[in-house]
């Protein structure tokens, strides 16, 4: 794959899993699908020690759960710094703290909202007196639930409840460098509103739209996106440099959650992204959700959260491209892909080589299983 300095394309790695993989294998799936990046839900030394030497653009994390140690200790920040440091030090190419996962979230009830700064100042105060200020930048993943209004886009407010902690986080970005990171799921806006027609919700082609502000929007994602561009807009923090922090389609739990507009999504999505949305007229950098099942995760929500990836009686595990790309109907798979035995390795004649090609071509494998090279790993 090739990528400009600026983009990136890659996973969300979390570890819920009830068969978790070896990091050093996961790390090693994740380069041969194609990412240059990948984005952690905290800060596992485990994990980090993996990825020494990977080449893959890390983002760490401090979860929820965690913040008020750092709001409210300058040790911690301290200690955090220079063990990040050491991890830099080791080649691991850390580049951006995710500070909290969805802190304004409405379910949250404001709970996290008021660390958010005060953990901001204390990395950054930290990463200062380290020196690597220069190498990490701070952030925090978003979700729409900030919009008051999301349609059309134009109209797209926020939450008066979360207006100033995500100004304040804008300013800070503004003034120390960072993107601004958002989760967006479309597929749970069409679970929540099933007015909405499937084709645009997934981006296919053909899908119909609608015309705002002299925009043309022909596909639910860039229709959120934008919605989000011009709330920050509104308040006086403009800006196109937005990463998407996780995005996905889940395969179950759901009418609209099953493979067919999963592989629909993610081709269209993987396609559209290089272009940018109506007002962001660039590649926007993204982390698929999810590069295992978190089968284990507990979600306060249905079901629908848990199958990102491709569920099997006898694997939990599968690549993003191999599964929901090449075998759009699970059946169609070949009997090796999902009953290969109970060891994580997937057999060598399914995985790709450098050039994204399938090692083995007399497998009677369809030629959409190339779309490894085509979508994943085409990026320019």
């Given at each position: 794959?090739?990528?400009?300095?600026?983009?990136?394309?890659?996973?969300?790695?979390?570890?819920?899993?009830?068969?978790?993989?070896?990091?050093?294998?996961?790390?090693?799936?994740?380069?041969?699908?194609?990412?240059?990046?990948?984005?952690?839900?905290?800060?596992?030394?485990?994990?980090?020690?993996?990825?020494?030497?990977?080449?893959?653009?890390?983002?760490?994390?401090?979860?929820?759960?965690?913040?008020?140690?750092?709001?409210?200790?300058?040790?911690?920040?301290?200690?955090?710094?220079?063990?990040?440091?050491?991890?830099?030090?080791?080649?691991?190419?850390?580049?951006?703290?995710?500070?909290?996962?969805?802190?304004?979230?409405?379910?949250?009830?404001?709970?996290?909202?008021a660390l958010l700064m005060?953990?901001?100042?204390?990395?950054?105060?930290?990463?200062?007196?380290?020196?690597?200020?220069?190498?990490?930048?701070?952030?925090?993943?978003?979700?729409?639930?900030?919009?008051?209004?999301?349609?059309?886009?134009?109209?797209?407010?926020?939450?008066?409840?979360?207006?100033?902690?995500?100004?304040?986080?804008?300013?800070?970005?503004?003034?120390?460098?960072?993107?601004?990171?958002?989760?967006?799921?479309?597929?749970?806006?069409?679970?929540?509103?099933?007015?909405?027609?499937?084709?645009?919700?997934?981006?296919?082609?053909?899908?119909?739209?609608?015309?705002?502000?002299?925009?043309?929007?022909?596909?639910?994602?860039?229709?959120?996106?934008?919605?989000?561009?011009?709330?920050?807009?509104?308040?006086g923090y403009a800006t196109?440099?937005?990463?998407?922090?996780?995005?996905?389609?889940?395969?179950?739990?759901?009418?609209?959650?099953?493979?067919?507009?999963?592989?629909?999504?993610?081709?269209?999505?993987?396609?559209?992204?290089?272009?940018?949305?109506?007002?962001?007229?660039?590649?926007?950098?993204?982390?698929?959700?999810?590069?295992?099942?978190?089968?284990?995760?507990?979600?306060?929500?249905?079901?629908?959260?848990?199958?990102?990836?491709?569920?099997?009686?006898?694997?939990?595990?599968?690549?993003?491209?191999?599964?929901?790309?090449?075998?759009?109907?699970?059946?169609?798979?070949?009997?090796?892909?999902?009953?290969?035995?109970?060891?994580?390795?997937?057999?060598?004649?399914?995985?790709?080589?450098?050039?994204?090609?399938?090692?083995?071509?007399?497998?009677?494998?369809?030629?959409?299983?190339?779309?490894?090279?085509?979508?994943?790993?085409?990026?320019?």
């Amino acid at each position: 794959m090739r990528t400009a300095m600026g983009d990136k394309i890659g996973v969300n790695y979390g570890r819920l899993s009830s068969r978790p993989m070896p990091h050093t294998q996961a790390i090693e799936k994740i380069r041969s699908l194609g990412a240059n990046a990948i984005k952690l839900f905290d800060s596992d030394r485990g994990t980090l020690d993996a990825l020494v030497n990977s080449g893959l653009r890390v983002t760490v994390a401090i979860p929820n759960g965690e913040l008020a140690e750092y709001a409210n200790s300058r040790r911690a920040c301290d200690e955090y710094a220079a063990m990040l440091r050491s991890y830099l030090n080791r080649n691991v190419l850390i580049d951006t703290v995710a500070v909290g996962n969805e802190a304004t979230a409405s379910w949250h009830g404001g709970r996290y909202s008021a660390l958010l700064m005060p953990v901001f100042l204390g990395l950054r105060a930290a990463f200062e007196a380290v020196g690597v200020a220069d190498r990490i930048k701070l952030t925090t993943p978003f979700d729409m639930s900030i919009l008051e209004v999301s349609y059309p886009p134009s109209a797209g407010r926020l939450r008066p409840d979360c207006e100033g902690v995500v100004k304040d986080v804008l300013y800070f970005l503004r003034n120390n460098g960072g993107s601004f990171m958002i989760n967006v799921y479309p597929p749970i806006t069409l679970h929540e509103n099933p007015s909405i027609e499937t084709p645009f919700a997934t981006g296919e082609r053909g899908a119909g739209g609608y015309d705002d502000a002299g925009r043309r929007y022909d596909n639910l994602f860039d229709a959120q996106i934008d919605a989000v561009y011009a709330a920050i807009e509104r308040v006086g923090y403009a800006t196109d440099d937005f990463v998407i922090g996780e995005v996905g389609w889940a395969t179950a739990g759901g009418h609209c959650f099953h493979r067919r507009n999963a592989e629909a999504f993610l081709r269209s999505f993987l396609e559209r992204r290089r272009r940018g949305t109506p007002r962001i007229r660039k590649p926007i950098p993204a982390f698929l959700f999810a590069f295992i099942d978190e089968d284990m995760k507990d979600t306060g929500t249905p079901a629908c959260e848990h199958p990102y990836m491709v569920k099997h009686p006898n694997v939990r595990f599968a690549l993003i491209a191999l599964c929901l790309i090449a075998f759009p109907r699970e059946a169609e798979a070949p009997p090796l892909l999902f009953n290969h035995p109970s060891s994580w390795e997937l057999p060598p004649s399914l995985m790709p080589d450098g050039t994204g090609r399938c090692l083995a071509e007399t497998l009677p494998l369809p030629p959409e299983l190339c779309l490894v090279t085509d979508v994943l790993m085409s990026i320019a």
